[in-house]
């Protein structure tokens, strides 16, 4: 964090956008970070600036396992205003301890779409950028003067301990003054002198909570969000289809499978350290209905070989071949809800990939949850056919979720 030493000299740090093939012009802003100041619930700033994104409020906390920033600006925008040629910006940096910005995350706007994303700027000890990558997070608007962005703190490369934090925005910069007269008419921070302090807690996800009905096919058709749901892994092509996901800021819900656990316990703790749900699929994949097979011990045995891995208890069941009669009774008991779906390409078919992109875009709604498949076979097509998909459904404006997070249940944590 900042030292008293670096409290009585100003910093300047550049800002240049690297992302969406849109570079935003270096905008230079002296700061000081100062002293930090006491963990506080918000940052109340006055209007300063005659730019719209004069800064008003600003929080930055933890809330379960994640960082929730929110920021209130003077005046309406819009976030297709940060994808056009000398955008304005707006961001808030990340202080380590030696004092120097590590890390910053920005709005952006997505092309062709009034949603917002995130974007993770990584920083040199100067302030300039040195990467960027999409952010997984969500990002909310109440209204055209607020935003506010959830991610978890791994997500963004913030390890356990307290960091400082400043909101910084700037308008155009085509009408911001010359450099050697920067004014306050161009640019604004929160809070105005030093920064404030963020304890970032080590947090473990300990699983979900099963509430509402016990048997579902999707989620509210009022929210537009997607559930991507992999079936009969962990496998083989289990680690491709989660770096598709990271690339794209996508979270998904894998329904593994209790025998092939064993010799891949590695991909089910990235799982959940990448936003990912673990979901109990029975153990060996035997037909379940009514009871069969021994339902409720394929159920309790898978149950117990994830928690023993992950340390996480998952509140999700799918039956095997779709066939879940009698089944929910068994699963509700055990802390699961029964889930299955309302999109299947019937990937496991093998049908192409261009026949399993169609399949799913065609077919998705507000609130769909789509079956896929990771195991159980060649799944190359399944992962061929997944970067498409995840892009058309963004582009559509849909937010690709956990199932757990598409039927607002609550996680659990330690």
């Known amino acids: 964090m900042p030292s008293v030493a670096a409290a009585r000299s100003l910093r300047r740090y550049s800002l240049a956008s690297l ?21 506080d619930p918000a940052v109340s700033d006055p209007v300063e600036s005659h730019s719209h994104f004069d800064i008003v409020r600003a929080n930055l906390r933890q809330a379960g396992a994640d960082l929730v920033l929110d920021i209130r600006t003077a005046g309406d925008w819009s976030p297709s205003q940060f994808e056009l040629a000398n955008a304005p910006f707006l961001c808030v940096q990340l202080y380590r301890s030696d004092a120097s910005p590590g890390s910053q995350v920005c709005i952006r706007g997505t092309r062709g779409s009034s949603r917002a994303r995130a974007v993770l700027y990584g920083l040199r000890r100067d302030g300039t950028i040195a990467s960027a990558k999409a952010l997984a997070a969500r990002v909310d608007r109440a209204d055209r003067r607020s935003v506010r962005v959830r991610f978890t703190p791994p997500a963004a490369g913030l390890e356990a301990g307290r960091y400082g934090w400043q909101v910084v925005s700037a308008s155009d910069r085509t009408k911001c003054p010359p450099e050697s007269a920067r004014t306050a008419a161009c640019a604004d ?34 929210r537009k969000v997607v559930s991507l749901t992999f079936d009969d892994g962990p496998s083989p092509y289990t680690a491709s289809v989660l770096r598709i996901l990271r690339r794209y800021g996508a979270h998904s819900t894998f329904f593994v499978l209790g025998n092939q656990i064993p010799g891949r316990q590695a991909l089910l703790r990235r799982m959940l350290r990448e936003g990912n749900d673990i979901a109990n699929h029975s153990f060996n994949h035997a037909n379940l209905a009514g009871g069969g097979h021994g339902a409720y011990g394929q159920m309790r045995h898978t149950t117990a070989r994830i928690r023993s891995v992950t340390h996480y208890t998952p509140c999700l069941f799918r039956a095997p071949y779709g066939a879940a009669a009698g089944l929910p009774s068994i699963a509700r008991p055990l802390g699961m809800l029964t889930i299955q779906w309302d999109v299947d390409p019937r990937d496991w078919a093998r049908p192409g990939a261009g026949a399993i992109y169609a399949r799913v875009t065609r077919a998705v709604r507000p609130g769909s949850i789509v079956v896929m498949h990771d195991g159980g076979g060649p799944r190359n097509q399944t992962v061929a056919a997944l970067p498409g998909i995840i892009r058309t459904l963004q582009r559509r404006g849909y937010r690709l979720v956990t199932v757990t997070e598409n039927l607002g249940l609550d996680a659990t944590y330690r």
């Open 189 to 222: 921070r929160a809070p105005d002198r030093g920064t404030q302090t963020v304890l970032v807690r080590s947090v473990r996800l300990a699983g979900c909570r099963a509430e509402g009905p016990s048997y579902r096919l999707n989620g509210s058709r009022s």
């Open 19 to 39: 992302a969406a093939g849109v570079a935003l012009a270096s905008v230079l802003i002296a700061i000081a970070p100062g002293e930090l100041r006491a963990e």
